[in-house]
Structures are given as C-alpha cells and as structure tokens.
C-alpha cells in the first residue's frame, strides 16, 4: 500500500507513506510529521497505524515510529535518533537493537540498489 487512508473529522484524507517521516502519539492523539514540515493530526491507537505500515517504519519507543528511510543519524551512546527534518528522539532500550538492525538492512538494501 502506497498510502494511508485516514478519517479526520467528517473526511477521509489520502496519506503518502513516502512522505511520513514519523508519527509521534501524544495525549490522545497521533501527529503525523510529513517531508514537507507539515502535521497531521490523527486520533486512533498508534499501534493500529504501526500495523498499516511497511516494514520501513520501526516503534523506537513506546510513542514514536519513524520511517528508517529518513534516519539521518543514530547515537549510539545515548540512545538517541535525529531524522531528516532535524527532529530528534529517545529510543529505548529494548528497541535499539530493532533499530540497529532496520536500519543496517535499509542501508545494504541501498548498496545493493547501487550495484
């Protein structure tokens, strides 16, 4: 699936994964943080949304999902991740190593794309 399909008030809004870089849930409420420095705002369970999206997207902790293809930079010493659009966030401990290995993936995928 190349999008989400949302309902957001009384519409139903088209979503590009793509350009999902990730989906932070707070008070109630899940935000979409979008390539082009918009937000979307969404209300349902973040796991409900974790289980429409591709393998591309990893849970870093128990409020944030980032799309791994917009991983700029990962701090291994303090267990942190900085996206694209400068945005940076805690991972846990226990998906640190979930991430690490998306993440290795992702970037052999790459090279192999190059070849």
């Known amino acids: ?12 809004r088209k979503i590009i994964i793509a350009k999902i870089v990730c989906i932070v849930y707070k008070d109630g409420q899940n935000t979409f943080h979008m390539t082009n420095g918009g937000r979307i705002f969404y209300c349902s369970s973040l796991k409900k949304l974790e ?3 591709p393998d591309s997207f990893i849970r870093i902790d128990r409020n944030v999902v980032i799309n791994i293809k917009c991983v700029s930079e990962i701090h291994r010493n303090n267990k942190k991740v900085t996206l694209n659009n400068d945005e940076t966030f805690d991972v846990s401990r226990r998906n640190k190593p ?3 290995k998306a993440f290795n993936k992702y970037l052999e995928d790459l090279n192999n794309e190059v070849d």
């Open 51 to 53: 289980n429409q999206l």
């Open 98 to 100: 979930l991430l690490l």
């Open 1 to 12: 699936m190349e999008y989400l399909l949302v309902k957001i008030k009384s519409s139903i």
